[in-house]
């Protein structure tokens, strides 16, 4: 294990690590520069052009914020409604599958097996399967369960149970991998004394599981922040309800002559997941590894 640390980190492997990173980002660096440039030389110049006539601008921010000048942006208003999505279809699959996970792990019942491996099983499933399935339901009925027949912005609704849906097997097999990794001496010792699941849950093991949760919640945040299918097909794609990525995918116009806003509509869109995950990265990674080795 040693050899190999070493000879990943030789200064061959650490240079073509930073060139690849170099050339990864070039890009992003091309299309923030490109946000800050006019809508002329953006459609007449290269990017790297700026850094020999450096000619800045606010405008394109300007439009696709609030509508300024030809008033084909406001994506301040979609910013709100992708909130109000992200948030719920957060803490819902997160709540669940911590339940769903500790009773995997520390309550004995039959068919606990069986579940466990259905669980990792659902994984495989593809999300656009069940958009049909799920459609049908919302305006049909299915079996027992009736229509939603939803409008407006009761329609936020389809889209976070849809998310909590497409979430659920993922966050219960890693908090599951997470929870079934804790001392058992610490969990007998707990109800020896007298300690109740509800004890068990919320003051000895929801503590010890706050890096798996809080590394599901990113993935799950990352995931529904910048989701599109989802969002299009089940909250209408109207003003009310769509989130910030279905007004992305129309803010460079009906033939694509206005892909200068797009430049700066990415980046407000990336603004809070990029905040999201460098405040919480390292929860992330530790999240990513629990479970994985004990001891």
């Known amino acids: 294990m040693n050899g190999v640390r070493e000879r990943l980190a030789s200064r061959a492997l650490t240079t073509v690590a930073v060139l690849i ?5 070039t890009p992003t660096l091309g299309l923030l520069l490109s946000s800050f440039r006019p809508e002329a030389e953006v459609k007449t110049t290269g990017w790297w052009t700026v850094f020999g006539a450096p000619h800045l601008t606010l405008d394109n921010y300007g439009e696709v914020l609030s509508g300024a000048g030809n008033g084909s942006g406001r994506l301040a208003e979609h910013f709100v409604n992708s909130v109000v999505i992200t948030v719920p279809s957060v803490l819902f699959p997160l709540v669940l599958a911590f339940l769903a996970a500790y009773a995997l792990a520390w309550i004995d019942f039959r068919g606990r097996d069986a579940l466990v491996v259905g669980v990792f099983a659902l994984q495989v499933v593809p999300l656009q399967m069940a958009l ?10 299915w079996l027992f369960l009736p229509a939603w027949h939803l409008t407006g912005p009761a329609r936020f609704g389809q889209v976070w149970f849809a998310h909590t849906a497409f979430a659920l097997p993922f966050g219960v ?5 997470f929870l079934a990794a804790l001392p058992r001496e610490l969990i007998e010792a707990a109800r020896v004394d007298g300690a109740s699941h509800r004890t068990l849950l919320l003051r000895i093991v929801l503590p010890l599981a706050r890096p798996a949760l809080v590394g599901f919640a990113v993935i799950q945040f990352l995931w529904v922040w910048n989701d599109l299918l989802v969002a299009l097909t089940l909250s209408g794609g109207t003003a009310e309800t769509a989130p910030m990525t279905v007004r992305l995918a129309s803010l460079a116009g009906t033939y694509g002559n206005d892909w200068q806003r797009l430049t700066a509509g990415a980046f407000v869109a990336a603004l809070v997941p990029l905040l999201v995950f460098f405040s919480l990265g390292r929860h992330l990674a530790r999240g990513l590894l629990a479970g994985s080795v004990k001891g």
């Open 21 to 25: 990173a170099v050339l990864w980002t």
């Open 132 to 141: 049909v399935p799920l459609l049908k339901l919302f305006s049909e009925g």
């Open 173 to 177: 097999f890693l908090l599951h991998n």
